[in-house]
């Protein structure tokens, strides 16, 4: 689960994740179906080897405005 509290959308948020593979954003509050902006991140994202948060991994993430967005992993 990621929250952007802020009224600016964050491009390229760096967020740490402890397993490779693909993370599906499951629910996005800013999607169109709530009435929001549909800024989000196509539906998934995928892992990187780039350490962030104590995390192994890493996923870059458009976090909309005022939104919260909730991933589940899948494995490769």
Known sequence: VVSNFTPVPR????FGVPEP?????????????Y?????????RVRAKPLSSHNQPF?????????????LEWRPD
Do not use: K
């Not at 491009?11 to 760096?14: D, F, L, N, Q």
């Not at 593979?21 to 179906?33: F, H, K």
């Not at 009435?35 to 539906?43: D, K, V």
């Open 21 to 33: 593979g693909e993370y599906r954003e499951m629910i996005n509050t800013d999607a169109a179906i």
């Open 11 to 14: 491009i390229g948020y760096r």
């Open 58 to 70: 890493s996923i870059s993430l458009v976090l909309p405005p005022l939104a919260t967005l909730i």
């Open 35 to 43: 009435a929001g902006s549909n800024m989000g991140n196509a539906g």
